[in-house]
């Protein structure tokens, strides 16, 4: 069950990370143009930054574990792969932006790995869930998580340092300038763990690093131009454990993988007749992989994503039309190496994406607003695949009211890995896999009383996947292999949230989960906890310069699958529900200096995401945050 608490109302003077680059309340991936949260007719939540500060988060997925719709699975400790679904659905099947750049790594199953991201330049993250792929492609059959990194208007410098358990030290620097035609800002962090075993029945400490450093420039000019530029660099290195041939679950090893990962995005824009605009964006994306045994090189994946994207925009007074055009050209390139064995696992593999795009956003009457979209994308390796989405958002002002809807279809490209990937002696990939297949609905109200301070969400879902992927067992080669499954799976739910300011200083969020996700026959898939529950609670006091910030995040019992030698059959796993709790006190000593402390899983309690591996258990944090130049 999920109880979600996110906050989400504005932050208040003992913050010294203010949101700098007042970012509107708009909602900017459930349409191609940004859209007021309330005409939008898809499932959305955003974790804005006053959040994330009242929290003092460090890592992504432990704020995405507690939003409803979204599970988390880890393979150990924090650094270690990390999986993000979306109701029910694959990791891959969910689309990352990172400022406007398709962060998905093509050399990583099509998945991003949620392990890297760190949150000191993260201003919010917007999640919009159901099938987006008529709007954004392949990857976001289950929908999209759009994150947006620190801009500025003003010259400023700030930083922080925290440390604590397991030999942790955490800290980062902001340095920004700009004005009213816009601004630059640089950030940089790192994070450093001793950490603790991946493999539950291991001794061996695997550690974890990571180096993050993000550029964020805007710059308008003219009134009718606009110009922006973005980068974000991370490199980690995790140490990780091996498997028992005898068992087939963890166990220690001396395993390290060192990755690195850039986005880099460039745009502009032009806004004609008032009416009329044009943008162009180019992206880059590029990301390695090394993985040592021993010390020694092991082997290597890489890839490299660049992506040009055309769109332009008519706005049209009467019933407030948007008629949307857009052209989305993707090339992606996979490379991996490693030592010839039985056969030669060393290759190079290429395939680009044209997709054509095509939306129109009206408001017929007053309070009701529609959406209706339409792409064809055109695959180097597949055949042509449409999608399409329909939306609704209907306001009744007088009871506070708003109902909303949607529909869509999506599809998801065979990745490199499941097409052409050779691991010896377990894995041969399978070129002649197609696309999967997906189309879904949700329905939900939302509810708004006591002058707003107060708001109940409850949404259904219903989602069916063709032609899914999946992994077999190939009796001839005796490897795996990736295979279309015959059949459809399901997935249905009910997403419930609450949003409360029971004072001026005491504010609530809450959510709960439930997801049903099965396979064609029945069996339910695994690593999807049946129930999901958050909760959050905020108290600001000493006239906002001290704050208690609470939170709850509750995941009930799920499956997992084991594959033990020497038959290698699969065989279920239960892993029992768990509820972590986290503590964060923060003071302010001065308007610019602020000191915090936060306990993660303070009941230390014990619990599995993945089958084998042990997450980790409690830890104390201490920290100091300073600010200038506001």
């Known amino acids: 069950m999920a109880l979600l608490i996110l906050i989400t109302l504005p932050a208040h003077a003992e913050e010294t990370e203010p949101a700098d680059d007042r970012i509107e309340d708009m909602v900017v991936t459930a349409s191609r143009v940004p859209t007021r949260p309330d005409t939008v007719g898809s499932s959305v939540t955003i974790v804005d930054r006053s959040a994330l500060a009242q929290r003092k988060a460090v890592h992504g997925a432990t704020v995405l574990q507690d939003v409803p719709g979204l599970a988390v699975s880890r393979l150990g400790g924090y650094g270690a792969q990390t999986q993000v679904r979306v109701r029910g659905a694959e990791a891959n099947q969910v689309l990352v932006l990172i400022d406007g750049v398709k962060a998905n790594d093509p050399a990583g199953s099509d998945e991003f790995d949620f392990s890297a991201l760190t949150l000191h330049d993260v201003e919010r993250m917007e999640i919009v869930r159901g099938p987006q792929s008529a709007l954004w492609g392949s990857e976001a059959t289950a929908g999209v998580i759009n994150i947006t990194t620190r801009q500025t208007d003003r010259p400023l410098a700030s930083g922080f340092a925290e440390g604590g358990s397991r030999d942790t030290l955490y800290t980062g620097l902001r340095l920004g300038t700009g004005g009213a035609a816009g601004g630059i800002a640089l950030n940089a962090s ?24 993000g550029l964020n420039g805007r710059w308008r000019p003219t009134a009718v131009s606009r110009l922006a530029v973005a980068g974000r660099y991370t490199r980690t290195q ?19 993988s060192d990755n690195a990962f850039l986005t880099l995005m460039g745009e502009a824009g032009v806004t004609l007749f008032d009416r009329w605009d044009h943008s162009l964006r180019v992206t880059w994306l590029e990301t390695d992989r090394d993985q040592s045994r021993d010390g020694a090189w092991e082997s290597s994946t890489a890839a490299d994503k660049v992506g040009v994207y055309y769109q332009a925009t008519l706005s049209l007074a009467p019933a407030d039309q948007r008629l949307i055009a857009a052209v989305d050209y993707e090339e992606e390139r996979f490379s991996q190496r490693a030592p010839v064995g039985f056969d030669d696992p060393n290759q190079d593999q290429k395939r680009r994406k044209l997709g054509w795009v095509a939306e129109y956003l009206v408001a017929p009457l007053v309070g009701l607003d529609l959406s209706a979209s339409l792409r064809l994308d055109d695959n180097s390796e597949f055949r042509d695949v449409t999608t399409y989405r329909l939306t609704a958002s209907y306001r009744i002002p007088d009871t506070g009211s708003r109902l909303h809807g949607s529909y869509g279809t999506g599809q998801k490209a065979p990745t490199f890995i499941e097409q052409f990937g050779y691991y010896a002696d377990s894995f041969l990939g399978n070129p002649d896999l197609v696309p999967e297949q997906t189309a879904g609905f949700d329905l939900g109200i939302d509810q708004r009383f006591a002058a707003d301070r107060w708001r109940l969400g409850l949404t ?39 949003e409360a300011a029971l004072t001026d200083a005491l504010t609530i969020t809450a959510s709960y989960t439930l997801v049903d996700a099965v396979e064609p026959d029945g069996a339910p898939e695994i690593r999807r906890p049946r129930h999901m529950a958050a909760g959050n609670v905020d108290y600001r006091l000493l006239a906002g310069r001290a704050g208690i910030n609470v939170n709850l995040s509750y995941t009930g019992s799920q499956r997992d699958t084991i594959f033990p030698p020497p038959s290698y059959v699969p065989e279920t796993v239960p892993l029992d529900a768990y509820l972590l709790v986290t503590l964060t006190g923060r003071f302010a000593l001065t308007e610019r200096l602020q000191v915090y402390l936060r306990a993660d899983n303070v009941f230390d309690e014990a619990y599995t995401e993945v089958v084998g591996y042990r997450s980790p258990g409690r830890s104390v944090h201490a920290g100091l945050r300073f600010e200038t130049g506001r």
Do not use: C, K, M, Q
């Not at 001793?194 to 990571?210: I, K, L, T």
């Not at 995790?238 to 390290?256: H, N, S």
């Open 238 to 256: 995790v140490a990780f454990d091996g498997t028992d041939f005898t068992t087939g679950l963890p166990t220690d090893a001396d395993l390290t």
């Open 460 to 498: 259904y879902f219903n989602e069916r996947l063709t032609d899914e992927i999946v992994t077999v067992f190939d009796p001839v080669t005796f490897l795996a292999t990736a295979d279309n499954l015959a059949g459809r799976s399901r997935r249905e739910g009910i997403e419930a949230e609450l």
């Open 190 to 213: 790192y994070y450093d763990t001793r950490g603790e075993s991946a493999a539950a029945s291991g001794s061996e400490d695997d550690g974890y690093e990571n180096l993050t450093v």
